[in-house]
């Protein structure tokens, strides 16, 4: 992805934050217990966190919930706003809305840096480095990645392969879902920093349902849906609206893999 691309995309994801709100996923429960087991001294009262792109705080409320002390830097002023109010109960968590590239770094360091799908989107040659000098030594960069694999309603998502390729001219031909065990772990960022253990990575496969509707709704907050021009995103999710409702009883099932890479600070 070119830096130009990158930044387009990424400005995407600032345009509906109330729907962003409401339609993303959560993660898995045992996501946060395996982030607690890694975290120097286990996620709760005293932990210092800070979290990159923390969109409207879907990652964040779990880890406030434990007790730690948050700064969560968020590029998009709706999405922090919205951040802000599902965070209001908790006073030890502060929301910054800047661009993280650029946000200056506290000089107490933290004890864990989190990018929960977010991490791909800060520039490739800023983000290691800089979550690097935010953590203290033994203190763990925790990013979060989520793939849509094989399984749940397979015959729904093959054909709505024939949607896209009608609708989004950079859809590849014949594309197929990958199970979970073909999905490659993601190293490629962390290779030449030495400032870091090798990765340790704790995946989770999970269903979904949705209804047509939920599913529609998404799909929306999807950068690369909500770039397509409107003609052809309102074309495609309504070829994909009459697939679930004429196919599948106006319910499908989605499953996610999520996966957890935690790399240890050295020094």
């Not at 490629?188 to 269903?207: I, K, S």
């Amino acid at each position: 992805m070119t830096d130009d691309e990158r930044e387009r995309l990424r400005a995407t994801f600032t345009e509906a934050p109330e729907l962003y709100d409401r339609a993303r996923p959560r993660y898995p429960r045992e996501m946060y217990d395996d982030l607690d087991a890694a975290a120097p001294g286990g996620l709760g009262p005293g932990c210092r966190v800070l979290e990159i792109g923390c969109g409207t705080g879907q990652a964040t409320v779990p880890v406030a919930e434990r007790g730690c002390r948050v700064t969560a830097v968020e590029l998009g002023a709706g999405m922090a706003r919205v951040a802000r109010r599902n965070l209001a109960a908790f006073p030890d968590v502060h929301v910054e809305n800047a661009v993280f590239e650029e946000w200056p770094l506290p000089p107490e360091p933290f004890d864990v840096v989190l990018a929960a799908t977010a991490f791909a989107w800060v520039d490739p040659a800023v983000r290691v480095p800089k979550s690097a000098d935010a953590l203290r030594p033994g203190g763990v960069l925790a990013t979060v990645r989520t793939h849509h694999v094989a399984g749940g309603s397979e015959e729904f998502f093959a054909a709505a392969q024939g949607c896209y390729e009608r609708f989004d001219p950079a859809t590849p031909p014949g594309l197929r879902l990958q199970p979970a065990a073909a999905v490659p772990e993601d190293r490629d960022d962390l290779r030449g920093e030495e400032r870091f253990a090798a990765p340790v990575f704790h995946r989770y496969e999970w269903d979904l349902p949705y209804s047509t509707a939920e599913y529609l709704d998404v799909l929306r907050t999807y950068s690369g849906h909500r770039a397509l021009p409107a003609a052809a995103r309102d074309a495609l999710l309504a070829c994909l609206a009459g697939l679930i409702d004429g196919r599948h009883g106006g319910r499908i099932v989605k499953r996610y893999l999520t996966e957890l890479r935690i790399a240890r600070r050295l020094g």
